[in-house]
């Protein structure tokens, strides 16, 4: 198992912005993804990126997160701008080895624990 740690997760209120960051132990793969499990609904791609800078969105996030690795640090980032009570959910950081980021969560073998976003109307 290749460890994923998130970190950032918080409360804020509507309008503010939060940095998740996941530290891998090792390269983990071509292609990293955040998750988000929102209460009631199944856990769904919020972004993800390949090492060739391929960066796909879910439409509900597009021109307010950033996703951005650094893989030198082994490192994903989720910068998230702007938001909103609907992005309230679990973060997930998730990863696999080849380059082909899939949307659907059964793609991904590593993932991390989690960590919790609230935003506050």
């Known amino acids: 198992q290749v460890p994923l740690m998130e970190s950032g997760g918080g409360s804020v209120q509507a309008g503010g912005s939060l940095r998740l960051q996941c530290a891998a132990g090792e390269f983990i793969g071509h292609c990293m993804a955040w998750f988000r499990h929102a209460l009631g609904k199944g856990r769904e791609r919020v972004a993800s990126i390949d090492t060739l800078g391929w960066t796909p969105y879910a439409d509900d996030v597009k021109g307010r997160f950033t996703i951005s690795r650094d893989n030198d640090k082994n490192t994903l980032y989720l910068q998230m701008d702007n938001l909103k009570p609907e992005d309230t959910g679990i973060y997930y950081c998730?990863?696999?080895?080849?380059?082909?980021?899939?949307?659907?969560?059964?793609?991904?073998?590593?993932w991390g624990q989690g960590t919790q976003v609230t935003v506050s109307s």
């Open positions: 998730a990863a696999r080895k080849v380059r082909d980021c899939s949307p659907f969560e059964s793609f991904y073998p590593y």
